[in-house]
């Protein structure tokens, strides 16, 4: 994007082509950022969500550049640092951008768990349709655009094995209906009052 070249020691002034090239470019990627980060949110695509960050890091780097190029044309002689200066600034953005998108993928292939706020809620989904258990041994980790919930439960020990099994099956559809159906749920039931061996 550096649009000046060294000419007898002074650096010749980036041409109004250069501003117009800046300004569509803005204009373009704004758009495809917008458009490709609304498609990824109704297919819960990370991959096209990184994708559409591209675009927006591509417009960052537009803005750099336009602003770099319109000091260097209109400001004098003494601004025409500004267009190297932009780009500098923008390869920082670049750089910053690239650690974001790259960061939750890092994390899932860590197999990191889910946010506390996400373990509460799946927490209070549970005891809504167990009623009164033990909830513990809560695993999670992100799968793609799902997700995976691994929990003990203790219930009634007088309870039926046929009715435990029905509440693990209603637990398991609740998560699933909350949070999706690429949602993986496994529910391990233990009697209530064994409060040991876990």
């Known amino acids: ?3 000046m ?4 020691g002074h650096m010749e002034p980036p041409g109004v082509l250069a501003l117009v090239a800046a300004v569509v470019s803005i204009v373009l990627k704004e758009f495809l950022y917008r458009l490709t980060e609304r498609v990824a949110r109704e297919c819960g695509s990370a991959s096209l969500s990184a994708n559409a960050w591209h675009h927006r890091s591509d417009a960052f780097s537009s803005i750099g ?7 260097a044309m209109l400001l004098g002689e003494k601004w025409r640092i500004l267009d190297p200066a932009a780009a500098i600034i923008v390869s920082v953005l670049i750089f910053k951008t690239a650690y974001d998108l790259m960061r939750p993928g890092i994390e899932e292939l860590m197999e990191k768990s889910l946010p506390p706020e996400t373990e509460k809620e799946i927490i209070s989904v549970i005891e809504d349709v167990a009623g009164k258990c033990d909830v513990h041994n809560l695993r999670t980790r992100r799968i793609g655009p799902g997700i995976a919930v691994e929990v003990h ?25 909350r949070f999706g159906e690429t949602t993986h749920a496994i529910v391990h039931v233990e009697p209530l009052k064994a409060v040991s061996g876990e």
């Open 153 to 177: 439960i203790r219930l009634d020990p007088d309870m039926s094995v046929a009715s435990a099994h029905a509440v693990t099956r209603s637990v398991e559809d609740a998560l699933i209906s």
């Open 65 to 71: 550049v336009l602003f770099g190029v319109a000091g």
């Open 5 to 8: 070249v060294l000419r007898g």
């Open 1 to 3: 994007h550096v649009s």
